[in-house]
Each structure stands twice: as C-alpha cells, then as structure tokens.
C-alpha cells in the first residue's frame, strides 16, 4: 500500500466504529416487561473538526426475552466529564463544563422525570475531580446526597494586592501537584451537595495535606443517626516530594472513615480515622461496600515499589457505629500459577463501581495472561471462578452489575470491537444465556475492514530455558500472499499487559498489511507475582531479549511446508514509555540476532540519568534500575554511581551503534517522560545522519490521544515503516 488516500481513508473507516467507554444497568419499571434499562457511553474522534464527541445510547432488555428496543437516537454529551445514575435509577447526576475549556467552572446537574432538575455550579469550591483515581459522583442510599471531591481554590495574592488582608505576596508560591494529567490538583478534598436545597458543603476534619478520592457511602446510618464515608487518602506519610499517580497504583495510600451527620453542616468538624495501615509500604484503594453493608471490600498491597503488580482483595467487617476490625485478606497474590490455565492473581486498577452479585460474591475483571478475563470472589472462602468468555479467546469486562437482576458485561476482541451483555446471576457460566444488548453495526466500513484481520496468542519459551512464557498477541490481515511484514510491539510500564482487546490503532496497521506482534515480555502483569519481579534490575537486557525471543519465535512460524509466515527482511519495532525504551534498546544492540528496517518511538525513555531529575515518577528509575529504593524516599539522586548506573541501562549509552531510521511521536505536555527525552535523542541521530523525524503533538500528555494528534501519529507511523 502506498497511496496516503489509502491511509486515510482506511483509518476514517475504522474510526466510525464508536468506542464503548462505559455502562450502566438501570432497573426497570414496575409492572414494565423490560426489567433492565441500559445505558451505554461511547466516544467517537470527529476527524473533521479534530474533536472527540461522546453520547448515550439506552435500550431495554428483558433478561427472560431478550432486547425489546433500543432508543432511536444517541445523547450527546456535550461537555459532559462525569455520568452518575442513582441506585434506584430514577435520576441522573452528571458534571458539566460551560465549555471544554472551563474546568474551574464545573456544574453538577441532577436529571429526573425527564427534565433538569437542578444545577449547581461548583466554581466557589474548586475544580471537580472527573478521573477514575479522585474522582466520584456518588450518591447515597436515600438519594438525596451526593458526595463528590473538588480541588479547593487557592487563594494567592500579590503584594500590591487593593485588598490589605490578603497582601502576602505568594502568588506565585510553588504548589506540588501529582503529576501526569493530575497537574491542577494538589490537595483534593470531600464535598457533600444536598440535592434538596442545592447547597455543596466541605466536610472538614481531614488532615490538610491528605488527599481525598473514591468516597463511598456506608449503606445504613450509625445508631446515633451519623452516615460514614469511607475514602482512599493520599499524603499522610508522604516523603518531601509528591510523586505520580497516574498509572501509579501502589502509591502510599490508606483508607480513612469519616462521619457525617447530615445534613452536613457549615463549618462542622468531622471525625476522620484511619481503617487500614497507614505509612510508606502500604497501599489501598477501591473501597467497596458489600449489599448490607457488613464488609468493607477493597484491593491491597503491601511493601510492592514497583508501580503495578499482583495485589489482594482485602475485606473488613463492618458494624455501625462501632471500631472497624482489622482487615483481612481474602484473594491471596499468586507468586506462580500452578498451570499455564491456574488463577493468576488479582491485577486491576479498581473494582467496578457496583460489584457485587449478593452480599458474599464480588464481580471484576482482572488481566489473565494475555486477556482479561472476568471472575466471581466468594468472600467467606477465598474461592475464585472464571466466567468464560463468549467470544473465544476475547477479553471480557465487568460493567456494572444490579443485584438479583443482571451483570453487564463487554467483550472484545482484537478484530472486534466490544459488544454488550446483559447476564442474570445464574446465566454467568451458561454462554447461551447471555443477551447481546449492543455489536457494533455491521454496515459501517470500518466493520467490512475488520473482517479481513485475524489474530492468535503464540507462547514462546525464552532462549534463556526460563520457566516463565512469554506471549504475543498477533493481529495481521487474514489472507495475504507471501510472508508478511512484521511489527514487534513491546507494551510500556513495564509493568502492564496487552489483553486480547480490541485496540484501533492495531487494527489500522494490520488492515496496511502488517503482521502487528503486542509482546508480553517477563515483568508483564498477569502471569503471577514471581515473573513480574524478575525484570527490576534487569532493564535494558531480559526486556529486549524477551521481545527479539518473540521475534526470532515468529520468524520460525511457518504459513506452509515451503513458506515462512512472516519476512525476516522486514521486521521493524514500535514503543511507547517504557515500550520506547525497549525498542531503543534494540536498535542500539552490536550483536543482535535480528535486523530492524524501522523504528517508531511514542514518548520513549531515552536517557534514565536525565530523566530521574525531571520526570514526575523518579522512582521508577531507580526501581527498574535495580538502585535501592523504599516508598518514603523523594529520589532525589546525586550519587555519581547511581547516576553512571542509570546511564548506562539508557538507549542513549549505545547512540553510536544506531543506524536504524527512526519516528519520534512527542507530546509536548508529557509530565511523565519529558520531551526532552525524545527530542535530545532525534538530534543525536540527526547529528549522525541516521534518517529521523519527529512530530511534537501541543497540548498532548504521555498518551497521545488527542483528537488531532492520535490520528496523525498512527497514519506517520504507516508512512514511516512503508518508507523504510
């Protein structure tokens, strides 16, 4: 292929397809023959004004006959950050910017009997927090609270202030904040809105520098009519410098109750408590109730520095009005799984919002080796099921769930963008059972051009005779004549995973022609605890190994008796993060076993001793580097040693052996791996006239996933390998 028109049109194509962000289940109305109601959120990139719209599609189902009707239209959400249905689903809490530009001046809108009921503007309380780490809109039982987490605005003057008590010339006093995407908030706090009156209340009593997010409701009052909120807090033993949280989920955090009596008064001090161990080892998050409110569940982890990892599910036993106990540990971290099809341990960000199928069984998602797979907890044993997938080998995702009525659950996979279920409790385990509620429609051309992909998950056993597999998830065209260009794709982190999702991007460079190889190297998640730390220490040597182990793997693959599958002589390597840092890595090696036509770099590590001074997670440096490190530290290096150390470990130490052509894909933005990283090493291979480029994308972080900027990358990156 090598018309742009191609390019572009394929990518448009592929683009059309909406892409499911959320889901919720709504219970029916009485005497209604639909008892389940669904609401699906889906975001779509407008390539013509460089825009990313999101809508609402709902649709009735009956989960004894199926779906009865969608609604004919989609909602748009113009504006719309936060989406948040009542328990009883008779109203809709949503936040909403005047304009996208105006975060500061955020509304919260309630929604019922088919009007707006009120709105109620948050600007005199800060900047509301709409992210899956502060944020929440959660109502509580009674549904006429709502308990949300703002940034507080700062007061900070000049000197020449007209106002003589504020002249205290700190306007532009420092203020540390927590890094990627999170750089307006520093210090998030709790507010409680009462939907009756309109009135938004700060609920004091928290230490002030603890951070606030993810409050949940206690689901019954104390016996002296107070209401708890349990909440993840940040900062309590912080070390002098904040650190990252973005992707960052074993941070130093703790769970704290705070009691309220509502309706919550101005002024009124609170009591605030620490319920689980608060200090530099110990992490929690993702409080969940259980239905009467008499466990506390919630994901743990304890002495882990690495940034990701297998983690617990913890529960508390919980009684009104009394001390909570000491938690318990419930799902245990897996070190190895006994088999290549055993339990892998628990590895999610957080829990769904409603999890639970009765008050002993929690319903999630977690990574499965290379997919992501759904299972049940049954908290009296510890006892773990997997519920299949309804599409083989496809990746599965828990919803949201309504007791007693259903679980909506999404499934994709690599050529197939999620469709939606709706499953009743005793149909979790019966495939034939689940209703489809939503596929995408099979008249959009970005559909007809999925059908010409196939993938498959290929096992391959490290040169290095290491018990621990690695895997890759190939995506290429489903026919094609001769043996295909190869791609070799390294996730970032390291510490993550590539599932068996659907991911648009992929997608497009397989529908270009090209075999696309997302390599799960040791060090990945889901594959047990034991793997994942095998790689901190040994960065630069058993994750570039790993990846070429795939690579020289897939070149043995043969398509027929006499024809390889893929072509040895046109394996290129694409990377973001840590990912970049891998395929930098690769083309820097003297001695490698294979050859790389091309090279594209999304945001790559290129440079550790410089990047450790300027990024917003300096400890990962040190971790993955295998420097000592403990949470409480503010990695702050000015050891000689530690510094030629991470040198070394960098793409950058082996510059004079690279003469692979090279794509750099930069946010300027990226509050994670600075700029600068990319951009010193483009003018290093500039300056030795290896063929390079670089594209600088404004306003764009670490995921460059503007809507302007994620279309241009990937299309660049098709011209790139096609040129080279």
Same mark, same amino acid.
């Given at each position: 292929?090598?018309?742009?028109?191609?390019?572009?049109s394929?990518y448009?194509?592929?683009?059309g397809?909406?892409?499911?962000?959320?889901?919720?289940?709504?219970?029916?109305?009485?005497?209604?023959?639909?008892?389940?109601?669904?609401?699906?959120k889906?975001?779509?990139?407008?390539?013509?004004?460089n825009?990313?719209?999101?809508?609402?599609?709902?649709?009735?189902?009956?989960?004894?006959?199926?779906k009865?009707?969608?609604?004919?239209?989609?909602?748009d959400?113009?504006?719309?950050?936060?989406?948040?249905?009542?328990p009883?689903?008779?109203?809709l809490?949503?936040?909403?910017?005047? =304009?996208?530009?105006?975060?500061e001046?955020?509304?919260?809108?309630?929604?019922?009997?088919?009007?707006?009921?009120?709105?109620?503007?948050?600007?005199?309380?800060?900047?509301?927090?709409?992210?899956?780490?502060?944020?929440c809109l959660?109502?509580?039982?009674?549904?006429?609270?709502?308990?949300?987490?703002?940034?507080?605005?700062?007061?900070?003057?000049?000197?020449?202030?007209?106002?003589?008590?504020?002249?205290?010339g700190?306007?532009?006093?420092?203020?540390q904040?927590?890094?990627?995407?999170?750089?307006?908030?520093?210090?998030?706090?709790?507010?409680?809105?009462?939907?009756?009156?309109?009135?938004?209340?700060?609920?004091?009593?928290?230490?002030?520098h603890l951070?606030? !997010?993810q409050?949940?409701?206690?689901?019954?009052?104390?016996?002296d009519?107070?209401?708890?909120?349990v909440?993840?807090?940040?900062?309590?033993?912080?070390p002098?410098?904040?650190?990252?949280?973005?992707?960052?989920?074993?941070?130093?955090?703790?769970?704290?109750?705070?009691?309220?009596?509502?309706?919550?008064?101005?002024?009124?001090?609170?009591?605030?408590?620490?319920?689980?161990?608060?200090g530099?080892?110990?992490s929690?998050?993702?409080?969940?109730?259980?239905?009467?409110?008499?466990?506390?569940?919630?994901?743990?982890?304890?002495?882990?520095v690495?940034?990701?990892?297998?983690?617990?599910?913890?529960?508390?036993?919980?009684?009104h009005?009394?001390?909570?106990?000491?938690?318990?540990?419930?799902?245990?971290?897996?070190?190895?799984?006994?088999?290549?099809?055993?339990?892998?341990?628990?590895?999610?960000?957080?829990?769904?919002?409603r999890?639970?199928?009765?008050?002993?069984?929690?319903?999630?998602?977690?990574q499965?080796?290379?997919?992501?797979?759904?299972?049940?907890?049954?908290?009296s044993?510890?006892?773990?099921?997997?519920?299949?997938?309804?599409?083989?080998?496809?990746s599965?995702?828990?919803?949201?769930t309504i007791?007693?009525?259903?679980?909506?659950?999404?499934?994709?996979?690599?050529?197939?963008?999620?469709?939606?279920?709706?499953?009743?409790?005793?149909?979790?385990?019966?495939?034939?059972?689940?209703?489809?509620?939503?596929?995408?429609?099979?008249?959009?051309?970005?559909m007809a051009?999925?059908?010409?992909?196939?993938?498959?998950?290929?096992?391959?056993?490290?040169?290095?005779?290491?018990? =621990?597999?690695?895997?890759?998830?190939?995506?290429?065209p489903?026919?094609?004549e001769?043996?295909?260009?190869?791609?070799?794709?390294?996730?970032?982190?390291?510490?993550?995973?590539?599932?068996?999702?659907?991911?648009?991007?992929?997608a497009?460079?397989?529908?270009?022609?090209?075999?696309?190889?997302h390599?799960?190297?040791?060090?990945?998640?889901?594959?047990?605890? !034991?793997?994942?730390?095998?790689?901190p220490?040994?960065?630069?040597?058993?994750?570039i190994?790993?990846?070429?182990d795939?690579?020289?793997?897939?070149?043995?693959?043969?398509?027929?008796?006499?024809?390889?599958?893929? =072509?040895?002589?046109r394996?290129?390597l694409?990377g973001?993060?840590?990912? !970049?840092?891998?395929v930098?890595?690769?083309i820097?090696?003297?001695?490698?076993?294979?050859?790389?036509?091309?090279?594209?770099?999304?945001?790559?590590?290129?440079?550790?001793?410089?990047m450790?001074?300027s990024?917003?997670?300096?400890?990962?440096c040190?971790?993955?580097? !295998?420097?000592?490190?403990?949470?409480?530290?503010a990695?702050?290096?000015?050891?000689?040693s530690?510094?030629?150390?991470?040198?070394?470990?960098?793409?950058?130490?082996?510059?004079?052996?690279?003469?692979?052509?090279?794509?750099?894909?930069?946010?300027?933005s990226?509050?994670?791996?600075?700029?600068?990283?990319?951009?010193?090493?483009?003018?290093?291979?500039?300056?030795?006239?290896?063929?390079?480029?670089?594209?600088?994308?404004?306003?764009?972080?670490?995921a460059?996933?503007?809507?302007?900027?994620?279309?241009?990358?990937?299309i660049?990156?098709?011209?790139?390998?096609?040129?080279?």
């Amino acid at each position: 292929m090598s018309d742009l028109g191609q390019y572009t049109s394929l990518y448009q194509s592929l683009a059309g397809v909406p892409g499911l962000d959320s889901g919720w289940c709504v219970p029916g109305a009485p005497g209604s023959l639909a008892d389940v109601n669904v609401m699906l959120k889906f975001s779509q990139t407008d390539l013509r004004s460089n825009r990313k719209r999101s809508y609402l599609a709902t649709t009735a189902v009956s989960t004894q006959h199926g779906k009865i009707a969608a609604g004919p239209f989609p909602i748009d959400l113009v504006n719309v950050t936060y989406i948040s249905p009542s328990p009883s689903g008779k109203q809709l809490a949503l936040v909403r910017l005047p =304009d996208e530009t105006k975060k500061e001046e955020s509304f919260v809108e309630v929604w019922a009997d088919g009007r707006l009921v009120i709105s109620v503007s948050l600007k005199p309380h800060g900047t509301v927090c709409t992210d899956d780490t502060f944020g929440c809109l959660e109502w509580d039982p009674s549904e006429k609270y709502i308990a949300l987490v703002a940034e507080p605005p700062k007061e900070m003057t000049h000197f020449f202030d007209l106002d003589s008590k504020k002249q205290r010339g700190d306007k532009f006093q420092f203020s540390q904040d927590w890094g990627e995407t999170f750089t307006s908030l520093a210090c998030p706090k709790p507010f409680v809105l009462d939907v009756d009156t309109e009135r938004i209340t700060p609920v004091l009593g928290l230490p002030a520098h603890l951070a606030a !997010g993810q409050l949940v409701w206690a689901p019954k009052a104390n016996n002296d009519g107070e209401r708890d909120i349990v909440f993840v807090g940040w900062g309590n033993d912080l070390p002098l410098r904040k650190l990252g949280l973005r992707y960052c989920y074993n941070r130093p955090s703790s769970l704290y109750r705070v009691s309220l009596q509502l309706p919550l008064e101005e002024k009124k001090v609170c009591r605030c408590q620490p319920i689980t161990p608060v200090g530099p080892r110990y992490s929690a998050r993702s409080p969940r109730f259980n239905l009467s409110g008499s466990g506390l569940v919630f994901i743990f982890t304890e002495g882990i520095v690495t940034h990701n990892a297998c983690a617990e599910i913890c529960m508390i036993d919980w009684v009104h009005g009394q001390e909570p106990s000491k938690h318990k540990c419930v799902v245990p971290i897996v070190d190895r799984p006994s088999s290549r099809e055993a339990f892998c341990g628990i590895y999610t960000h957080a829990l769904p919002q409603r999890a639970f199928l009765d008050d002993d069984t929690i319903l999630l998602h977690t990574q499965w080796r290379s997919t992501v797979a759904v299972v049940s907890v049954r908290l009296s044993s510890g006892e773990v099921t997997r519920v299949p997938s309804i599409k083989s080998g496809g990746s599965v995702m828990v919803l949201d769930t309504i007791p007693n009525v259903g679980t909506l659950l999404s499934c994709s996979m690599p050529n197939s963008p999620a469709s939606v279920y709706v499953v009743s409790k005793s149909g979790l385990l019966v495939q034939d059972q689940w209703t489809l509620v939503y596929t995408p429609n099979d008249s959009l051309a970005g559909m007809a051009t999925l059908k010409n992909i196939a993938w498959e998950v290929h096992t391959v056993v490290p040169r290095d005779g290491s018990d =621990d597999v690695l895997e890759a998830i190939v995506i290429a065209p489903a026919k094609a004549e001769g043996p295909l260009p190869l791609i070799l794709v390294p996730h970032g982190g390291p510490h993550s995973a590539y599932g068996t999702s659907y991911i648009m991007s992929s997608a497009f460079l397989a529908s270009c022609g090209y075999a696309v190889a997302h390599i799960n190297y040791r060090g990945s998640t889901g594959f047990g605890q !034991g793997p994942l730390l095998t790689l901190p220490g040994h960065i630069g040597t058993q994750d570039i190994n790993d990846t070429e182990d795939v690579g020289l793997a897939l070149l043995a693959k043969k398509a027929d008796k006499n024809t390889p599958r893929f =072509d040895e002589d046109r394996v290129t390597l694409c990377g973001g993060s840590h990912g !970049g840092y891998i395929v930098g890595c690769m083309i820097g090696r003297p001695h490698a076993a294979l050859r790389y036509k091309a090279c594209v770099m999304r945001n790559p590590v290129t440079d550790i001793a410089g990047m450790v001074t300027s990024t917003d997670i300096p400890d990962w440096c040190l971790v993955e580097a !295998g420097v000592p490190y403990a949470n409480d530290q503010a990695a702050v290096v000015t050891d000689t040693s530690v510094l030629s150390r991470l040198y070394q470990v960098s793409p950058i130490a082996s510059l004079a052996k690279i003469a692979t052509p090279t794509l750099f894909l930069i946010g300027d933005s990226d509050r994670r791996v600075p700029p600068s990283q990319g951009v010193s090493m483009f003018h290093a291979l500039q300056e030795k006239g290896v063929p390079t480029r670089l594209l600088m994308y404004p306003k764009n972080n670490h995921a460059l996933m503007g809507a302007e900027a994620e279309p241009d990358a990937w299309i660049n990156v098709a011209l790139w390998l096609e040129k080279y």
